[in-house]
């Protein structure tokens, strides 16, 4: 049967059951993508740590996963104080530093 002989109405009751049925799918894949202009990840553990007792601008510094040492400034990071690495987080991950200037 060609499609020029499908009667509308069936025409319109096929583009909203695939409507219908893609909806759940697009909630999936909207679900495993990080949201976007979310929350920042929360500082590990070991920045909150280095920075305990120390005020705001403060240098510490802490030993990274492979034994290297971390060495920034205690900011505060929502609630808590955490060193911020100098030059940005370890092994070139995102976040650190500066945010993107915003465009106008």
Do not use: W, Y
């Not at 495993?32 to 740590?49: D, H, L, T, V």
């Amino acid at each position: 049967m060609a499609l020029n002989r499908i009667h509308p109405m069936h025409r319109t009751v096929a583009a909203v059951a695939t409507v219908l049925l893609a909806l759940p799918l697009a909630g999936f894949a909207a679900d495993q993508a990080p949201p976007q202009g979310g929350k920042p990840p929360a500082p590990p553990p070991e920045a909150i740590a280095a920075c305990n007792g120390k005020a705001e601008g403060a240098t510490a510094s802490f030993a990274g996963r492979n034994g290297e040492t971390i060495t920034g400034t205690c900011q505060k990071v929502g609630d808590v104080l955490a060193l911020r690495p100098a030059g940005g987080p370890p092994g070139g991950g995102q976040g650190g530093g500066k945010p993107p200037a915003k465009k106008g």
